[in-house]
Protein backbone atom coordinates (compact mmCIF):
# COMPACT_ATOMS: atom_id res chain seq x y z
CA UNK A 1 0.00 0.00 0.00
CA UNK A 2 2.90 2.49 0.86
CA UNK A 3 4.44 1.46 -2.90
CA UNK A 4 1.49 2.12 -4.65
CA UNK A 5 0.95 5.93 -3.13
CA UNK A 6 4.25 6.91 -4.04
CA UNK A 7 3.73 5.57 -7.19
CA UNK A 8 0.43 7.53 -7.70
CA UNK A 9 1.94 10.18 -6.40
CA UNK A 10 4.73 9.88 -8.87
CA UNK A 11 2.59 9.35 -11.78
CA UNK A 12 0.38 12.80 -10.98
CA UNK A 13 -2.47 10.58 -10.40
CA UNK A 14 -3.11 11.86 -6.70
CA UNK A 15 -1.47 14.50 -4.55
CA UNK A 16 0.89 14.82 -1.34
CA UNK A 17 -2.48 14.77 1.53
CA UNK A 18 -3.93 11.87 -0.38
CA UNK A 19 -0.28 9.57 -0.67
CA UNK A 20 -0.13 10.34 3.67
CA UNK A 21 -3.24 8.12 3.92
CA UNK A 22 -1.30 5.32 1.96
CA UNK A 23 1.27 5.56 4.66
CA UNK A 24 -0.74 6.03 7.35
CA UNK A 25 -3.37 3.49 7.52
CA UNK A 26 -0.51 0.67 7.58
CA UNK A 27 0.70 1.92 10.42
CA UNK A 28 -1.72 0.60 12.55
CA UNK A 29 -3.23 -2.19 10.42
CA UNK A 30 -0.01 -3.81 10.21
CA UNK A 31 2.22 -2.32 12.43
CA UNK A 32 0.06 -1.25 15.28
CA UNK A 33 1.67 2.02 15.65
CA UNK A 34 -1.66 3.69 16.94
CA UNK A 35 0.06 6.45 18.65
CA UNK A 36 2.71 7.51 16.03
CA UNK A 37 -0.79 7.55 13.58
CA UNK A 38 -3.23 9.55 15.64
CA UNK A 39 -1.12 12.70 14.73
CA UNK A 40 -0.69 12.08 11.02
CA UNK A 41 -4.42 11.86 10.52
CA UNK A 42 -5.06 15.02 12.32
CA UNK A 43 -3.09 16.56 10.14
CA UNK A 44 -4.56 15.13 7.13
CA UNK A 45 -7.80 16.95 8.51
CA UNK A 46 -6.15 19.85 9.93
CA UNK A 47 -7.01 21.79 6.20
CA UNK A 48 -10.02 22.30 4.05
CA UNK A 49 -9.84 21.32 0.68
CA UNK A 50 -11.64 21.59 -2.89
CA UNK A 51 -9.78 18.74 -4.19
CA UNK A 52 -13.07 15.73 -4.47
CA UNK A 53 -10.29 13.32 -4.23
CA UNK A 54 -8.61 14.73 -1.62
CA UNK A 55 -11.86 15.31 0.73
CA UNK A 56 -12.73 11.54 -0.10
CA UNK A 57 -9.58 10.76 1.71
CA UNK A 58 -10.26 12.86 4.42
CA UNK A 59 -13.09 10.96 4.96
CA UNK A 60 -11.25 7.68 5.55
CA UNK A 61 -9.17 9.72 7.55
CA UNK A 62 -11.20 10.79 10.03
CA UNK A 63 -13.01 7.54 10.14
CA UNK A 64 -9.91 5.56 11.54
CA UNK A 65 -8.73 8.50 13.56
CA UNK A 66 -12.08 8.56 15.17
CA UNK A 67 -11.94 4.46 15.65
CA UNK A 68 -8.41 4.72 16.96
CA UNK A 69 -9.49 7.48 19.97
CA UNK A 70 -12.24 5.68 21.24
CA UNK A 71 -10.75 2.44 21.30
CA UNK A 72 -7.82 4.39 23.31
CA UNK A 73 -10.30 5.65 25.59
CA UNK A 74 -10.65 9.28 24.43
CA UNK A 75 -14.36 9.34 24.26
CA UNK A 76 -14.98 12.76 23.82
CA UNK A 77 -12.33 13.37 21.13
CA UNK A 78 -13.42 10.84 19.29
CA UNK A 79 -16.80 12.33 19.41
CA UNK A 80 -15.49 15.29 18.20
CA UNK A 81 -13.63 14.43 15.67
CA UNK A 82 -17.15 12.46 14.03
CA UNK A 83 -18.92 15.89 14.75
CA UNK A 84 -16.35 17.84 12.93
CA UNK A 85 -16.03 15.49 10.09
CA UNK A 86 -19.85 14.98 9.37
CA UNK A 87 -20.39 18.97 10.07
CA UNK A 88 -17.44 18.81 6.75
CA UNK A 89 -18.59 16.09 4.75
CA UNK A 90 -22.04 15.97 3.67
CA UNK A 91 -23.98 12.57 2.92
CA UNK A 92 -24.16 13.55 -0.88
CA UNK A 93 -20.77 13.66 -0.74
CA UNK A 94 -19.97 10.36 0.55
CA UNK A 95 -22.27 8.89 -1.75
CA UNK A 96 -19.79 9.42 -4.79
CA UNK A 97 -17.18 7.16 -3.22
CA UNK A 98 -18.28 3.46 -1.02
CA UNK A 99 -15.63 3.46 1.01
CA UNK A 100 -16.89 6.85 1.98
CA UNK A 101 -19.41 5.77 2.37
CA UNK A 102 -19.13 3.42 4.43
CA UNK A 103 -16.46 5.99 6.48
CA UNK A 104 -19.11 8.09 7.24
CA UNK A 105 -21.67 5.60 8.23
CA UNK A 106 -18.90 4.58 10.64
CA UNK A 107 -18.33 8.20 11.71
CA UNK A 108 -22.38 8.83 12.61
CA UNK A 109 -22.25 5.26 14.42
CA UNK A 110 -19.96 6.24 16.96
CA UNK A 111 -21.14 10.29 17.63
CA UNK A 112 -23.94 7.91 18.84
CA UNK A 113 -21.46 5.75 21.14
CA UNK A 114 -20.61 9.14 22.40
CA UNK A 115 -24.61 10.24 23.41
CA UNK A 116 -24.34 6.85 25.27
CA UNK A 117 -21.25 7.98 27.10
CA UNK A 118 -22.70 11.17 27.95
CA UNK A 119 -26.01 9.51 29.15
CA UNK A 120 -28.44 10.89 26.53
CA UNK A 121 -29.81 7.34 25.34
CA UNK A 122 -32.33 8.64 23.88
CA UNK A 123 -30.54 10.76 20.94
CA UNK A 124 -28.30 7.95 20.92
CA UNK A 125 -30.74 5.37 20.17
CA UNK A 126 -32.21 7.85 16.97
CA UNK A 127 -28.88 7.89 15.80
CA UNK A 128 -27.76 4.55 15.99
CA UNK A 129 -31.34 3.69 13.99
CA UNK A 130 -30.42 6.11 11.41
CA UNK A 131 -27.41 5.22 10.25
CA UNK A 132 -28.75 1.18 10.72
CA UNK A 133 -30.94 2.41 7.83
CA UNK A 134 -28.47 4.25 6.18
CA UNK A 135 -26.70 1.09 5.83
CA UNK A 136 -29.47 -0.86 4.92
CA UNK A 137 -30.48 1.04 2.71
CA UNK A 138 -27.05 1.88 0.64
CA UNK A 139 -26.95 -2.17 0.17
CA UNK A 140 -28.87 -1.97 -2.83
CA UNK A 141 -26.49 -0.14 -4.90
CA UNK A 142 -23.04 -1.15 -3.34
CA UNK A 143 -20.59 -2.93 -5.85
CA UNK A 144 -18.62 -4.26 -3.30
CA UNK A 145 -20.68 -6.22 -1.50
CA UNK A 146 -17.51 -7.72 0.06
CA UNK A 147 -16.46 -5.12 1.72
CA UNK A 148 -19.84 -3.61 2.48
CA UNK A 149 -21.10 -6.76 4.96
CA UNK A 150 -17.80 -6.28 7.13
CA UNK A 151 -19.20 -2.03 7.66
CA UNK A 152 -22.40 -3.49 8.36
CA UNK A 153 -21.93 -5.64 10.58
CA UNK A 154 -19.42 -2.83 12.25
CA UNK A 155 -22.19 -0.79 12.46
CA UNK A 156 -23.60 -3.93 15.51
CA UNK A 157 -20.63 -3.97 17.07
CA UNK A 158 -19.95 0.13 17.53
CA UNK A 159 -23.71 -0.17 19.39
CA UNK A 160 -23.96 -3.54 21.32
CA UNK A 161 -20.89 -2.71 23.22
CA UNK A 162 -21.02 1.02 23.30
CA UNK A 163 -24.50 -0.20 25.76
CA UNK A 164 -22.63 -3.44 27.60
CA UNK A 165 -19.73 -0.64 28.38
CA UNK A 166 -22.55 1.70 29.97
CA UNK A 167 -24.26 -0.85 31.51
CA UNK A 168 -27.47 -0.16 29.33
CA UNK A 169 -28.40 -3.63 29.02
CA UNK A 170 -31.87 -3.55 28.23
CA UNK A 171 -30.53 -1.52 25.17
CA UNK A 172 -28.43 -4.64 24.39
CA UNK A 173 -30.31 -7.43 23.79
CA UNK A 174 -32.66 -5.88 20.60
CA UNK A 175 -29.70 -4.85 18.86
CA UNK A 176 -27.72 -8.77 19.36
CA UNK A 177 -31.22 -10.49 18.12
CA UNK A 178 -31.15 -8.11 14.95
CA UNK A 179 -26.89 -8.95 14.55
CA UNK A 180 -28.38 -12.62 14.87
CA UNK A 181 -30.56 -12.11 12.12
CA UNK A 182 -28.65 -10.08 10.12
CA UNK A 183 -26.14 -12.91 10.06
CA UNK A 184 -28.96 -15.16 9.18
CA UNK A 185 -29.69 -13.35 6.06
CA UNK A 186 -26.10 -13.29 5.31
CA UNK A 187 -25.60 -17.24 5.01
CA UNK A 188 -29.07 -17.37 3.07
CA UNK A 189 -28.02 -14.50 0.61
CA UNK A 190 -27.61 -15.30 -3.06
CA UNK A 191 -24.17 -13.69 -2.77
CA UNK A 192 -22.82 -16.03 0.03
CA UNK A 193 -21.30 -18.23 -2.37
CA UNK A 194 -19.71 -15.81 -3.74
CA UNK A 195 -18.17 -13.96 -0.75
CA UNK A 196 -14.46 -14.26 -0.11
CA UNK A 197 -13.42 -16.36 3.26
CA UNK A 198 -12.36 -13.23 4.81
CA UNK A 199 -15.83 -11.36 4.38
CA UNK A 200 -17.58 -14.70 6.12
CA UNK A 201 -14.50 -14.52 9.21
CA UNK A 202 -15.48 -11.01 9.92
CA UNK A 203 -18.86 -11.50 10.30
CA UNK A 204 -18.45 -14.18 12.48
CA UNK A 205 -16.32 -12.43 14.37
CA UNK A 206 -19.05 -9.47 15.10
CA UNK A 207 -21.25 -11.84 15.85
CA UNK A 208 -18.94 -13.53 17.92
CA UNK A 209 -18.52 -10.01 20.00
CA UNK A 210 -22.42 -9.82 19.82
CA UNK A 211 -22.59 -12.89 22.13
CA UNK A 212 -20.30 -12.22 24.62
CA UNK A 213 -21.99 -8.94 25.14
CA UNK A 214 -25.35 -10.76 25.10
CA UNK A 215 -23.61 -13.17 27.80
CA UNK A 216 -22.70 -9.71 30.39
CA UNK A 217 -26.08 -8.12 29.56
CA UNK A 218 -28.37 -11.45 30.07
CA UNK A 219 -26.38 -12.14 33.59
CA UNK A 220 -26.90 -8.73 34.70
CA UNK A 221 -30.15 -8.94 34.26
CA UNK A 222 -30.49 -12.13 36.45
CA UNK A 223 -30.65 -14.62 33.39
CA UNK A 224 -28.06 -16.52 34.28
CA UNK A 225 -28.91 -19.48 32.30
CA UNK A 226 -29.46 -17.89 29.23
CA UNK A 227 -25.91 -16.02 29.64
CA UNK A 228 -24.30 -18.85 30.43
CA UNK A 229 -24.97 -20.69 27.05
CA UNK A 230 -24.60 -17.36 25.15
CA UNK A 231 -20.85 -17.52 26.92
CA UNK A 232 -20.61 -20.95 25.87
CA UNK A 233 -21.31 -20.26 22.02
CA UNK A 234 -18.91 -17.38 22.70
CA UNK A 235 -16.36 -19.79 23.14
CA UNK A 236 -16.34 -21.89 20.00
CA UNK A 237 -15.40 -18.34 18.13
CA UNK A 238 -11.98 -17.50 17.10
CA UNK A 239 -12.60 -14.22 17.95
CA UNK A 240 -12.61 -15.90 21.94
CA UNK A 241 -9.00 -16.41 21.90
CA UNK A 242 -7.51 -12.81 20.32
CA UNK A 243 -6.86 -10.21 22.76
CA UNK A 244 -9.89 -8.30 22.33
CA UNK A 245 -11.48 -11.47 23.03
CA UNK A 246 -9.81 -12.33 26.47
CA UNK A 247 -11.24 -9.01 27.63
CA UNK A 248 -14.54 -9.91 26.98
CA UNK A 249 -14.24 -13.09 28.41
CA UNK A 250 -12.81 -11.55 31.54
CA UNK A 251 -15.84 -9.16 32.28
CA UNK A 252 -18.49 -12.10 31.81
CA UNK A 253 -16.72 -13.91 34.01
CA UNK A 254 -15.97 -11.19 36.32
CA UNK A 255 -20.13 -10.54 36.15
CA UNK A 256 -20.56 -13.98 37.23
CA UNK A 257 -18.61 -13.78 39.94
CA UNK A 258 -15.64 -16.33 38.56
CA UNK A 259 -13.27 -13.85 39.74
CA UNK A 260 -10.33 -16.23 40.31
CA UNK A 261 -10.66 -17.26 36.45
CA UNK A 262 -11.02 -13.33 35.26
CA UNK A 263 -8.17 -12.35 37.27
CA UNK A 264 -6.24 -15.16 35.11
CA UNK A 265 -7.28 -13.58 32.24
CA UNK A 266 -6.63 -10.21 32.93
CA UNK A 267 -2.76 -11.25 34.39
CA UNK A 268 -1.90 -12.33 30.92
CA UNK A 269 -3.18 -9.15 28.90
CA UNK A 270 -0.65 -6.83 29.54
CA UNK A 271 2.29 -7.54 27.12
CA UNK A 272 -0.16 -8.05 24.90
CA UNK A 273 -2.22 -4.65 25.25
CA UNK A 274 0.96 -3.18 25.21
CA UNK A 275 0.86 -3.86 20.98
CA UNK A 276 -2.42 -2.00 20.62
CA UNK A 277 -0.69 1.44 22.81
CA UNK A 278 -4.08 2.46 24.65
CA UNK A 279 -3.50 5.92 26.42
CA UNK A 280 -3.69 6.33 29.73
CA UNK A 281 -7.11 8.05 29.73
CA UNK A 282 -10.31 8.06 33.01
CA UNK A 283 -11.89 5.89 30.56
CA UNK A 284 -9.44 3.32 30.02
CA UNK A 285 -8.90 3.43 33.85
CA UNK A 286 -12.65 2.46 34.22
CA UNK A 287 -13.00 -0.11 31.24
CA UNK A 288 -9.84 -2.06 32.07
CA UNK A 289 -7.74 -1.37 35.42
CA UNK A 290 -11.12 -0.97 37.64
CA UNK A 291 -12.39 -4.18 36.27
CA UNK A 292 -8.86 -6.14 36.66
CA UNK A 293 -8.50 -4.61 40.04
CA UNK A 294 -11.74 -5.67 41.43
CA UNK A 295 -11.45 -9.28 39.71
CA UNK A 296 -8.11 -9.79 41.73
CA UNK A 297 -9.72 -8.37 44.47
CA UNK A 298 -12.33 -10.78 44.67
CA UNK A 299 -10.75 -13.66 44.00
CA UNK A 300 -8.40 -13.22 46.88
CA UNK A 301 -5.15 -12.13 45.42
CA UNK A 302 -4.36 -9.35 47.90
CA UNK A 303 -0.59 -8.91 46.48
CA UNK A 304 -2.03 -8.72 42.49
CA UNK A 305 -4.82 -6.54 43.90
CA UNK A 306 -2.50 -4.12 45.66
CA UNK A 307 0.21 -3.94 42.62
CA UNK A 308 -2.82 -2.88 40.50
CA UNK A 309 -4.75 -0.26 43.24
CA UNK A 310 -1.35 1.02 43.58
CA UNK A 311 -0.93 1.56 39.54
CA UNK A 312 -4.08 3.25 39.25
CA UNK A 313 -3.15 5.46 41.78
CA UNK A 314 -0.40 6.24 39.57
CA UNK A 315 -2.22 6.64 36.57
CA UNK A 316 -5.08 9.03 38.59
CA UNK A 317 -2.22 11.21 39.93
CA UNK A 318 -1.55 12.07 36.54
CA UNK A 319 -4.51 11.82 34.49
CA UNK A 320 -6.77 13.41 37.28
CA UNK A 321 -4.19 16.55 37.49
CA UNK A 322 -4.07 16.96 33.63
CA UNK A 323 -7.94 17.02 33.75
CA UNK A 324 -8.62 19.05 36.75
CA UNK A 325 -5.67 21.63 37.53
CA UNK A 326 -7.25 24.38 34.93
CA UNK A 327 -10.50 23.59 36.33
CA UNK A 328 -9.98 23.57 40.03
CA UNK A 329 -8.04 26.79 39.79
CA UNK A 330 -10.82 28.76 38.17
CA UNK A 331 -13.52 27.33 40.66
CA UNK A 332 -11.30 28.33 43.33
CA UNK A 333 -11.06 32.14 42.25
CA UNK A 334 -14.78 31.81 41.65
CA UNK A 335 -15.73 30.70 45.14
CA UNK A 336 -13.56 33.63 46.55
CA UNK A 337 -14.44 35.83 44.99
CA UNK A 338 -18.14 35.67 44.97
CA UNK A 339 -18.12 34.70 48.39
CA UNK A 340 -20.55 31.92 48.22
CA UNK A 341 -22.80 34.18 46.03
CA UNK A 342 -24.81 32.34 42.88
CA UNK A 343 -22.73 31.74 40.01
CA UNK A 344 -23.17 30.22 36.91
CA UNK A 345 -20.60 27.17 36.39
CA UNK A 346 -21.02 25.91 33.00
CA UNK A 347 -18.58 22.59 33.00
CA UNK A 348 -16.91 22.74 29.32
CA UNK A 349 -16.33 18.95 29.36
CA UNK A 350 -19.26 16.99 31.05
CA UNK A 351 -17.38 13.79 29.91
CA UNK A 352 -14.68 14.47 32.40
CA UNK A 353 -17.06 15.51 34.99
CA UNK A 354 -19.10 12.26 35.00
CA UNK A 355 -15.94 10.21 34.85
CA UNK A 356 -14.37 11.82 37.86
CA UNK A 357 -17.48 11.84 39.89
CA UNK A 358 -17.50 7.77 39.21
CA UNK A 359 -14.22 7.56 39.96
CA UNK A 360 -14.60 9.63 43.60
CA UNK A 361 -16.32 6.55 44.84
CA UNK A 362 -13.47 4.34 43.76
CA UNK A 363 -11.05 6.23 45.64
CA UNK A 364 -12.46 5.51 48.61
CA UNK A 365 -12.39 1.93 47.77
CA UNK A 366 -8.55 2.43 46.97
CA UNK A 367 -8.25 4.08 49.94
CA UNK A 368 -9.50 1.37 52.02
CA UNK A 369 -7.97 -0.89 50.63
CA UNK A 370 -4.62 0.47 51.59
CA UNK A 371 -5.55 0.28 54.87
CA UNK A 372 -5.08 -3.05 55.20
CA UNK A 373 -1.45 -2.93 53.74
CA UNK A 374 -0.51 -0.17 56.11
CA UNK A 375 2.24 -3.02 57.76
CA UNK A 376 4.01 -2.10 54.38
CA UNK A 377 5.61 1.02 55.75
CA UNK A 378 5.86 4.28 55.88
CA UNK A 379 6.05 4.46 51.89
CA UNK A 380 2.60 3.19 51.64
CA UNK A 381 0.84 5.17 54.24
CA UNK A 382 2.22 8.18 52.68
CA UNK A 383 0.62 7.08 49.69
CA UNK A 384 -2.73 6.54 51.30
CA UNK A 385 -2.49 9.99 52.65
CA UNK A 386 -1.99 11.56 49.47
CA UNK A 387 -4.50 9.68 47.44
CA UNK A 388 -6.95 10.37 50.44
CA UNK A 389 -6.31 14.30 49.98
CA UNK A 390 -6.43 14.22 46.51
CA UNK A 391 -10.15 12.52 46.51
CA UNK A 392 -10.94 15.47 49.31
CA UNK A 393 -9.68 17.95 46.81
CA UNK A 394 -11.36 17.14 43.91
CA UNK A 395 -14.22 16.10 45.88
CA UNK A 396 -14.73 19.71 47.75
CA UNK A 397 -13.97 21.53 44.65
CA UNK A 398 -16.99 19.40 42.32
CA UNK A 399 -19.34 20.30 45.13
CA UNK A 400 -18.10 23.96 44.91
CA UNK A 401 -18.95 23.98 41.45
CA UNK A 402 -21.90 21.61 41.60
CA UNK A 403 -23.40 23.89 44.28
CA UNK A 404 -23.32 27.60 42.44
CA UNK A 405 -24.21 26.22 39.07
CA UNK A 406 -27.09 24.47 40.55
CA UNK A 407 -28.52 27.60 41.86
CA UNK A 408 -28.48 29.31 39.03
CA UNK A 409 -28.67 27.34 35.63
CA UNK A 410 -30.60 24.43 34.55
CA UNK A 411 -28.98 21.39 33.70
CA UNK A 412 -32.31 19.56 32.66
CA UNK A 413 -34.45 20.55 30.11
CA UNK A 414 -37.98 20.01 29.90
CA UNK A 415 -39.61 16.72 29.43
CA UNK A 416 -42.45 17.50 27.51
CA UNK A 417 -44.06 15.35 24.02
CA UNK A 418 -42.91 16.76 21.36
CA UNK A 419 -40.77 19.82 22.81
CA UNK A 420 -36.77 19.31 22.47
CA UNK A 421 -34.68 21.71 23.94
CA UNK A 422 -30.71 22.09 25.02
CA UNK A 423 -28.73 25.38 25.97
CA UNK A 424 -24.51 25.25 26.65
CA UNK A 425 -23.00 28.12 28.13
CA UNK A 426 -18.62 28.49 28.29
CA UNK A 427 -17.82 31.78 30.31
CA UNK A 428 -14.87 33.61 28.83
CA UNK A 429 -13.01 34.38 31.88
CA UNK A 430 -13.63 33.03 35.81
CA UNK A 431 -16.29 35.23 35.74
CA UNK A 432 -19.28 35.59 33.23
CA UNK A 433 -22.18 37.91 32.40
CA UNK A 434 -24.00 35.21 30.16
CA UNK A 435 -27.40 33.85 31.18
CA UNK A 436 -29.82 31.25 30.03
CA UNK A 437 -33.16 29.76 32.06
CA UNK A 438 -36.49 28.75 31.58
CA UNK A 439 -39.73 28.85 33.11
CA UNK A 440 -41.95 25.50 32.35
CA UNK A 441 -46.40 25.93 33.48
CA UNK A 442 -48.48 23.99 32.11
CA UNK A 443 -48.09 24.19 28.53
CA UNK A 444 -46.39 27.66 28.24
CA UNK A 445 -42.78 27.53 27.96
CA UNK A 446 -40.58 30.58 29.22
CA UNK A 447 -37.39 30.62 27.79
CA UNK A 448 -34.62 33.53 27.86
CA UNK A 449 -30.88 34.50 26.98
CA UNK A 450 -29.21 37.37 27.80
CA UNK A 451 -25.83 39.28 28.29
CA UNK A 452 -24.37 41.46 30.58
CA UNK A 453 -22.40 44.15 29.39
CA UNK A 454 -19.15 44.29 31.39
CA UNK A 455 -17.19 41.93 33.15
CA UNK A 456 -15.94 40.90 36.47
CA UNK A 457 -18.06 40.13 39.78
CA UNK A 458 -20.57 43.11 39.03
CA UNK A 459 -21.53 41.54 36.40
CA UNK A 460 -22.10 38.27 37.14
CA UNK A 461 -23.77 39.98 40.71
CA UNK A 462 -25.82 41.79 38.20
CA UNK A 463 -26.87 39.08 35.88
CA UNK A 464 -27.74 36.97 39.34
CA UNK A 465 -30.53 39.98 39.32
CA UNK A 466 -31.85 39.65 36.10
CA UNK A 467 -31.87 35.83 36.43
CA UNK A 468 -34.21 35.67 39.46
CA UNK A 469 -36.38 38.72 37.77
CA UNK A 470 -36.85 36.84 35.31
CA UNK A 471 -38.16 33.53 37.67
CA UNK A 472 -40.51 36.04 39.15
CA UNK A 473 -41.71 37.68 36.61
CA UNK A 474 -42.66 34.69 34.48
CA UNK A 475 -44.16 32.74 37.29
CA UNK A 476 -46.71 35.59 37.13
CA UNK A 477 -47.34 34.32 33.66
CA UNK A 478 -46.78 37.86 32.36
CA UNK A 479 -46.17 38.55 28.36
CA UNK A 480 -42.32 38.86 27.84
CA UNK A 481 -42.67 42.57 26.56
CA UNK A 482 -44.11 43.20 30.13
CA UNK A 483 -41.40 41.11 31.86
CA UNK A 484 -38.81 43.18 29.79
CA UNK A 485 -40.71 46.58 31.12
CA UNK A 486 -40.81 45.39 34.26
CA UNK A 487 -37.13 43.88 34.63
CA UNK A 488 -35.79 47.63 33.10
CA UNK A 489 -37.60 49.93 35.41
CA UNK A 490 -36.31 47.69 38.42
CA UNK A 491 -32.58 47.21 36.85
CA UNK A 492 -32.77 51.30 35.76
CA UNK A 493 -32.36 54.38 37.93
CA UNK A 494 -30.03 55.55 40.78
CA UNK A 495 -29.60 51.52 42.20
CA UNK A 496 -28.05 51.12 38.98
CA UNK A 497 -24.43 52.97 40.17
CA UNK A 498 -22.21 51.28 37.22
CA UNK A 499 -24.91 51.97 34.60
CA UNK A 500 -24.80 48.26 33.63
CA UNK A 501 -27.28 47.11 31.14
CA UNK A 502 -28.26 43.34 29.46
CA UNK A 503 -29.52 42.67 26.39
CA UNK A 504 -32.60 39.68 26.38
CA UNK A 505 -34.62 37.86 24.05
CA UNK A 506 -37.37 36.09 25.66
CA UNK A 507 -39.91 33.92 24.16
CA UNK A 508 -43.28 32.83 25.42
CA UNK A 509 -44.16 29.64 23.58
CA UNK A 510 -47.60 27.61 23.54
CA UNK A 511 -46.72 24.21 23.76
CA UNK A 512 -50.13 23.41 21.35
CA UNK A 513 -50.70 25.74 19.48
CA UNK A 514 -46.73 26.51 18.60
CA UNK A 515 -47.55 30.29 19.31
CA UNK A 516 -44.83 31.86 19.91
CA UNK A 517 -44.84 35.59 21.67
CA UNK A 518 -41.41 37.22 22.21
CA UNK A 519 -39.40 40.65 22.44
CA UNK A 520 -36.06 41.46 22.16
CA UNK A 521 -34.06 43.69 24.14
CA UNK A 522 -31.25 45.11 22.25
CA UNK A 523 -30.15 41.10 22.02
CA UNK A 524 -29.00 39.43 18.68
CA UNK A 525 -31.83 38.49 16.55
CA UNK A 526 -32.22 34.78 16.28
CA UNK A 527 -31.91 32.83 13.72
CA UNK A 528 -35.10 30.27 12.65
CA UNK A 529 -35.48 27.04 10.43
CA UNK A 530 -31.52 25.63 11.53
CA UNK A 531 -31.33 22.45 9.50
CA UNK A 532 -32.77 23.91 6.21
CA UNK A 533 -31.34 26.24 3.61
CA UNK A 534 -33.71 28.19 4.09
CA UNK A 535 -32.38 29.08 7.54
CA UNK A 536 -32.45 33.02 8.32
CA UNK A 537 -31.88 35.49 11.13
CA UNK A 538 -35.20 36.66 12.34
CA UNK A 539 -36.03 40.56 11.33
CA UNK A 540 -37.41 41.46 14.32
CA UNK A 541 -37.82 45.23 16.37
CA UNK A 542 -34.41 45.52 18.55
CA UNK A 543 -35.86 47.45 21.24
CA UNK A 544 -33.20 49.20 23.84
CA UNK A 545 -31.08 46.60 26.63
CA UNK A 546 -32.36 46.32 30.07
CA UNK A 547 -31.33 48.88 32.63
CA UNK A 548 -30.73 52.49 30.61
CA UNK A 549 -33.64 54.42 31.08
CA UNK A 550 -36.21 53.56 33.23
CA UNK A 551 -39.42 54.63 31.54
CA UNK A 552 -39.35 52.64 28.42
CA UNK A 553 -42.38 50.47 27.17
CA UNK A 554 -41.23 47.33 24.96
CA UNK A 555 -43.07 46.14 22.23
CA UNK A 556 -43.51 42.60 21.74
CA UNK A 557 -43.63 40.41 18.62
CA UNK A 558 -45.18 37.13 17.78
CA UNK A 559 -45.19 33.92 15.18
CA UNK A 560 -48.55 32.11 14.83
CA UNK A 561 -46.79 28.85 14.92
CA UNK A 562 -43.66 27.52 15.08
CA UNK A 563 -44.20 24.04 14.76
CA UNK A 564 -41.42 21.52 13.04
CA UNK A 565 -39.41 24.28 12.81
CA UNK A 566 -35.82 25.05 15.02
CA UNK A 567 -34.89 28.27 17.07
CA UNK A 568 -31.76 28.96 17.63
CA UNK A 569 -31.00 32.12 20.05
CA UNK A 570 -27.67 33.00 20.92
CA UNK A 571 -24.98 35.24 23.14
CA UNK A 572 -22.86 38.07 20.73
CA UNK A 573 -19.80 35.79 21.96
CA UNK A 574 -20.52 33.38 19.32
CA UNK A 575 -20.75 35.05 16.00
CA UNK A 576 -18.12 37.39 17.50
CA UNK A 577 -15.51 34.64 18.50
CA UNK A 578 -11.74 35.54 17.51
CA UNK A 579 -9.16 33.73 16.26
CA UNK A 580 -5.13 34.50 16.96
CA UNK A 581 -5.62 36.88 13.88
CA UNK A 582 -8.09 38.17 15.15
CA UNK A 583 -10.76 37.47 12.78
CA UNK A 584 -14.79 37.02 13.75
CA UNK A 585 -16.31 33.63 13.79
CA UNK A 586 -18.85 36.47 11.84
CA UNK A 587 -22.59 36.28 11.10
CA UNK A 588 -21.88 34.63 7.32
CA UNK A 589 -20.36 31.54 8.76
CA UNK A 590 -22.53 30.72 11.47
CA UNK A 591 -25.79 31.06 9.22
CA UNK A 592 -24.09 28.75 6.36
CA UNK A 593 -23.14 25.83 8.82
CA UNK A 594 -26.87 25.89 10.21
CA UNK A 595 -28.26 26.29 6.87
CA UNK A 596 -25.99 23.34 5.59
CA UNK A 597 -25.89 20.69 8.83
CA UNK A 598 -28.87 18.46 8.53
CA UNK A 599 -30.67 18.59 12.11
CA UNK A 600 -30.20 16.18 14.55
CA UNK A 601 -31.50 17.12 17.85
CA UNK A 602 -30.91 20.74 19.70
CA UNK A 603 -27.79 19.48 21.40
CA UNK A 604 -26.21 17.57 18.20
CA UNK A 605 -27.40 21.71 16.86
CA UNK A 606 -25.40 23.32 19.67
CA UNK A 607 -22.28 20.62 19.84
CA UNK A 608 -21.52 21.34 15.99
CA UNK A 609 -21.23 25.31 16.91
CA UNK A 610 -19.29 24.69 19.68
CA UNK A 611 -17.01 22.27 17.63
CA UNK A 612 -17.07 24.90 14.98
CA UNK A 613 -15.64 27.92 17.22
CA UNK A 614 -13.42 26.40 18.48
CA UNK A 615 -11.62 25.12 15.31
CA UNK A 616 -11.88 28.83 14.02
CA UNK A 617 -10.32 30.15 16.98
CA UNK A 618 -7.49 27.92 16.08
CA UNK A 619 -5.75 28.23 20.19
CA UNK A 620 -6.76 31.41 21.18
CA UNK A 621 -8.69 32.33 24.41
CA UNK A 622 -12.11 33.12 24.43
CA UNK A 623 -12.53 36.55 23.75
CA UNK A 624 -16.06 36.75 25.12
CA UNK A 625 -18.87 34.56 27.18
CA UNK A 626 -20.68 31.82 24.59
CA UNK A 627 -24.14 31.18 25.26
CA UNK A 628 -26.48 28.79 23.23
CA UNK A 629 -30.29 28.09 23.72
CA UNK A 630 -31.76 25.85 20.69
CA UNK A 631 -35.42 24.72 20.82
CA UNK A 632 -37.75 23.17 18.38
CA UNK A 633 -40.93 21.72 18.85
CA UNK A 634 -42.85 19.37 16.55
Not at 145 to 172: C, K, M
Request: glycine share 6%; net charge negative; with cysteine.
Amino acid sequence: MEQRGDSLLNAGAITPLSRKFFHVYPMCNKHHQFHEAVPLYQEMLKDGTNDSLERLFQICAASELTMILRYQGHIETSMMTAIDAMQRFSLDEALTDQTALESYLRLGTFIGDGMVCTGDYVEAEKQFQKFYELSNDMKEGVIRLAQWYPRHFELFEIIIRSYTTNAQYDSVLPWVERCEEAVEEYYNAPEFKDMPATTTQFVEGYLAGAQICKAIALEHLGRKEEAKEAYNQYLKSDMAHTVIGRINRAYYLSASHHYREASIIFQSLDKALAVYSPSISLDWIHEYYLPKFEANLHAGRRDSAYVQAATICERLDTTLTKYMHEEANQLSHIYASLKKEEKIIEQEERIIKQRTLGLSGFLVLVVGFFSAFTVRGRRNARRMAEVKATQERIENELSIARDIQMSMVPHEFPEHSGIDMYAYMEPAKEVGGDLYGYVFNDNKLYFAVGDVSGKGIPASLFMAQVTRLFHTLADEHLSPARICTIMNKELSGDDNINGMFVTMFIGLLDLKTGHLSFCNAGHNPPIIDCGYQKAEFMNILPNAPIGLWPDLEYVGEEIESIKNRTLLVYSDGLNESENLEQEQFGDDRLLNIVRYTPYVSSRQTISTLQTAVTNHRDGADPNDDITMLCIRLS
